[in-house]
């Protein structure tokens, strides 16, 4: 079962940029992760936030999460062409007693332009 | 990196043969995951170990068999290969449960025909 989308499927824009992708998910969660998969690789993790935390932020990402809604926003200012990726949130579900297993979306592709 | 290898990286092979990938990991982290991911589908759970001898089923499990007799080594099989599980497959490894990061190897290219 799905438990994370992503929006929007595809993303372009201009190097210099910001990129905001966002994740909606079904159930209750103690924590999301967003990871980033390069072309040809696996993926890679970014950045977690605990289902208590609001906003976090590493480096150029900012990742926010509201529980009410059941939505997470992953941003990366000042996009460079090397940000060109797919982008995967992922969750625990609560609901399946799923402490140890992650649920992931099918990901948002992002391409920079030079 | 996380130390994390899979083996082979790419493999092609007929309808009804057996087929396994191997994933090594030289973290010593407890669990370790098979995904498969397909166009439109995202990336979706086969199996999962949480010890060695210890495995769990996971969304897709339907074909497919795991065995950890070492910590650092989860084997995925594929009994009789047919062409729906031509796909991308992941091996991922974590410290913890899923509340904290997995460390994915660079994947299986397996094509059945």
């Known amino acids: 079962s799905q438990q994370g989308e992503e929006d929007p499927q595809a993303l372009s824009i201009q190097e210099g940029e910001n990129a905001t992708m966002n994740c909606s998910y079904k159930t209750s969660i103690n924590n999301l992760q967003w990871y980033r998969q390069n072309s040809g690789r696996g993926l890679v993790h970014l950045i977690l936030?605990?289902?208590?935390?609001r906003e976090k932020h590493s480096g150029r990402l900012r990742v926010t999460l509201d529980t009410s809604k059941k939505s997470s926003s992953l941003l990366i200012t000042a996009s460079r062409a090397a940000d060109t990726a797919s982008y995967f949130c992922?969750?625990?579900?609560?609901?399946?007693?799923?402490?140890?297993?992650?649920?992931f979306g099918k990901g948002t592709k992002l391409t920079v332009n030079p | 990196d996380a130390g994390i290898t899979q083996s082979p990286r790419h493999k092609v092979t007929e309808t009804g043969t057996p087929v396994t990938l191997r994933c090594h990991q030289t973290?010593?982290?407890?669990?370790m995951y098979w995904y498969r991911q397909d166009p439109g589908h995202g990336l979706r759970l086969i199996h999962y170990s949480y010890g060695v001898k210890d495995t769990d089923k996971g969304e897709v499990s339907d074909g497919y068999s795991v065995s950890r007799s070492k910590t650092e080594d989860f084997l995925l099989t594929l009994e009789s290969a047919t062409s729906s599980q031509t796909s991308v497959y992941f091996c991922?490894?974590?410290?913890?449960?899923?509340?904290?990061?997995?460390?994915f190897g660079d994947g299986t290219r397996l094509s059945i025909l």
């Open positions: 936030i605990r289902s208590n935390e």
């Open positions: 973290e010593n982290h407890r669990y």
């Open positions: 991922a490894i974590s410290e913890g449960q899923a509340r904290t990061p997995q460390h």
């Open positions: 992922a969750t625990d579900d609560l609901t399946q007693g799923g402490s140890e297993k992650l649920v």
